[in-house]
């Protein structure tokens, strides 16, 4: 729970350094939170579920709504900073533009393991998490 605070903490902070344990917990918590504000859409029945000829998709209730808009700045900032962290520039972050290729590189960006030591990004968070300290993000380049 301490790296999602921290992720919305840092809510618009789109530079320094993100290690894959704040990214993925980041995620799984928001996974974890839209499927409960799903189902409580569902009972109360501001979500829709729509069936035909074999497809069915789901459209959020107004919690799911409100809640995804809440984090979606949170969550461009936090992989932006992943994204960092594997020493690429946030605008990396667009490639999920291109169909299915796009989302599949970006996944394999944010999977990969971060680059050792300071980057162009800042210091390793890593060696700062080992070092006690706490990480400093470097001012953004104009």
Request: glycine residues 10%.
């Amino acid at each position: 729970m301490q790296w999602y605070l921290k992720a919305l903490r840092q809510y618009a902070d789109f530079g320094g350094r993100a290690r894959r344990t704040e990214f993925w917990m980041f995620v799984l918590v928001n996974l974890v939170i839209s499927i409960v504000l799903g189902i409580i859409d569902s009972a109360i029945g501001t979500a829709n579920f729509y069936a035909s000829g074999g497809m069915a998709a789901y459209s959020p209730g107004i919690l799911g709504t409100i809640y995804g808009l809440a984090v979606l700045i949170p969550s461009i900032a936090v992989t932006v900073r992943r994204l960092h962290d594997t020493d690429r520039s946030g605008w990396w972050f667009l490639i999920q533009l291109i169909p299915i290729v796009g989302s599949i590189v970006l996944l394999v960006f944010v999977c990969l393991e971060g680059t050792r030591g300071p980057n162009r990004f800042g210091a390793d968070p890593k060696l700062e998490a080992a070092a006690g300290q706490q990480p400093q993000n470097p001012p953004m380049p104009v």
